[in-house]
């Protein structure tokens, strides 16, 4: 039987475990215990950390898989890179993951290849030159990911708290302070196969909006025109290239303007997180994109062919009683268009401060009007 490594066990982590099982796989799972779903789904569960890199390569050794993989994950992702390098699978290269998961080495790498650029700063204390940057900008840690310690800074007098923040959650140590783009939010959901990249979806983001932008849905189709497809693909495409991605799974965020200018958020190379890559893509497209992450770790390239037609998936997450309230009228009233409802936690109750601490969620799918 074919084995395929999988980092991570949490309910996004999840849908690959199963997909893998679907596919034939034995699934090999490696997390910290804390009761995920995945400790109990997975054919094979080890109970050590995401970062413990060296200890998972050397029981990789031993189980000898096809394939190493993850999602939504830039911590996981790294991990990903390092085991397969090891093992000698497929995958991006280190210098790839660098790139693409510390963004600080992401903004310069744009400003090299020559993509618009926000005017950007790396710190971890208030420095003179951010005092000559026009107001908003965004701060936020280097090197993490789910809208940990972002904030938008309105005030000069802000600025000491919110990288004293981002730098206490950043794994380096590290703020990136950058000018504040205006305009709606949307991310572009890619497969690559050697160095060719295949745009499967936009997804149209929701969120709290300032200081903070913790994601409240996503839904797919975006609802942007042809015309303004083709122009985010013109940029989104060299941005891939910029960050080395060739292989895998990649999530793009982006701002479109008040004067229809494209601007880039971030990149990860790897599949979007908040189920945008596990459930909205196959939801919405018909395309496997689980399935292709699959076969690209295992060096094949990927089926590109939608198994069903175009239909509108959205994703809501739970913040509050009365969101949960929502959900439960919802399904009372659209039983037929309830997809997916997540376990609640409500441990984070009236302290939902990223998109680790939400309460849970709930996906749809209807046809298209």
Same mark, same amino acid.
Request: charged share 25%; glycine share 8%.
């Given at each position: 039987?074919?084995?395929?490594?999988?980092?991570?066990?949490? =309910?996004?982590?999840?849908?690959?475990?199963? +997909?893998?099982?679907?596919?034939?796989?034995?699934?090999?799972?490696?997390?910290?215990?804390?009761?995920?779903?995945?400790?109990?789904?997975?054919?094979?569960?080890?109970?050590?950390?995401?970062?413990?890199? =060296?200890?998972?390569?050397?029981?990789?050794?031993?189980?000898?898989?096809?394939?190493?993989?993850?999602?939504? $994950?830039?911590?996981?992702?790294?991990?990903?890179?390092?085991?397969?390098? *090891?093992?000698?699978?497929?995958?991006?290269?280190?210098?790839?993951?660098?790139?693409?998961?510390?963004?600080?080495?992401?903004?310069?790498?744009?400003?090299?290849?020559? @993509?618009?650029?926000?005017?950007?700063?790396?710190?971890?204390?208030?420095?003179?030159?951010?005092?000559?940057?026009?107001?908003?900008?965004?701060?936020?840690?280097?090197?993490?990911?789910?809208?940990?310690?972002?904030?938008?800074?309105?005030?000069?007098?802000?600025?000491?708290?919110?990288?004293?923040?981002?730098?206490?959650?950043?794994?380096?140590? +590290?703020?990136?302070?950058?000018?504040?783009?205006?305009?709606?939010?949307?991310?572009?959901?890619?497969?690559?196969?050697?160095?060719?990249?295949?745009?499967?979806a936009v997804t149209k983001k929701y969120t709290t909006g300032a200081p903070h932008f913790i994601e409240t849905g996503h839904v797919q189709p975006s609802g942007l025109s042809e015309e303004m497809l083709e122009k985010v693909r013109s940029?989104?495409?060299?941005?891939?290239?910029?960050?080395?991605?060739?292989? *895998?799974?990649?999530?793009?965020?982006?701002?479109?303007?008040?004067?229809?200018?494209?601007?880039?958020?971030?990149?990860?190379?790897?599949?979007?997180?908040?189920?945008?890559?596990?459930?909205?893509?196959?939801?919405?497209?018909?395309? =496997?994109?689980?399935?292709?992450?699959?076969?690209?770790?295992?060096?094949?390239?990927?089926?590109?062919?939608?198994?069903?037609?175009?239909?509108?998936?959205?994703?809501?997450?739970l913040f509050t009683m009365d969101d949960v309230e929502e959900m439960k009228q919802y399904e009372k009233k659209h039983p037929e268009e309830i997809y997916r409802i997540s376990e609640l936690d409500l441990s984070h109750? *009236?302290?939902?401060?990223?998109? $680790?601490?939400? @309460?849970?969620?709930?996906?749809?799918?209807?046809?298209? $009007?």
């Open positions: 039987m074919k084995k395929i490594v999988i980092i991570g066990a949490n =309910d996004f982590q999840n849908q690959l475990i199963l +997909k893998a099982k679907e596919m034939g796989f034995e699934t090999h799972v490696f997390a910290w215990q804390d009761g995920s779903i995945g400790e109990r789904t997975a054919d094979h569960f080890y109970p050590v950390s995401i970062v413990e890199i =060296d200890e998972i390569l050397e029981k990789c050794r031993e189980i000898k898989p096809d394939a190493v993989a993850t999602i939504a $994950s830039d911590l996981a992702n790294i991990t990903v890179s390092k085991v397969a390098a *090891g093992l000698g699978l497929p995958g991006n290269t280190p210098e790839c993951i660098e790139l693409s998961t510390n963004k600080y080495a992401m903004r310069s790498a744009f400003l090299k290849a020559g @993509l618009p650029t926000p005017k950007f700063y790396k710190v971890d204390r208030v420095i003179p030159e951010l005092m000559e940057m026009e107001l908003p900008v965004i701060v936020k840690p280097t090197d993490r990911s789910g809208s940990r310690a972002i904030t938008k800074i309105t005030s000069y007098d802000q600025l000491e708290e919110a990288i004293k923040e981002a730098v206490e959650q950043s794994f380096e140590k +590290k703020a990136i302070v950058e000018e504040y783009i205006e305009g709606d939010e949307y991310s572009y959901e890619t497969i690559s196969y050697h160095g060719t990249h295949t745009n499967l940029v989104m495409y060299p941005a891939l290239d910029a960050l080395k991605i060739t292989d *895998g799974a990649s999530h793009g965020e982006f701002r479109i303007t008040p004067e229809g200018e494209v601007r880039i958020i971030e990149i990860g190379s790897r599949m979007g997180g908040d189920c945008i890559g596990s459930d909205l893509v196959p939801l919405s497209t018909g395309y =496997d994109f689980m399935e292709m992450i699959v076969d690209v770790a295992c060096g094949k390239a990927p089926k590109i062919v939608p198994k069903t037609g175009p239909k509108e998936a959205r994703i809501r997450f109750l *009236g302290h939902v401060s990223d998109s $680790s601490t939400r @309460l849970g969620y709930y996906i749809t799918v209807k046809e298209l $009007s």
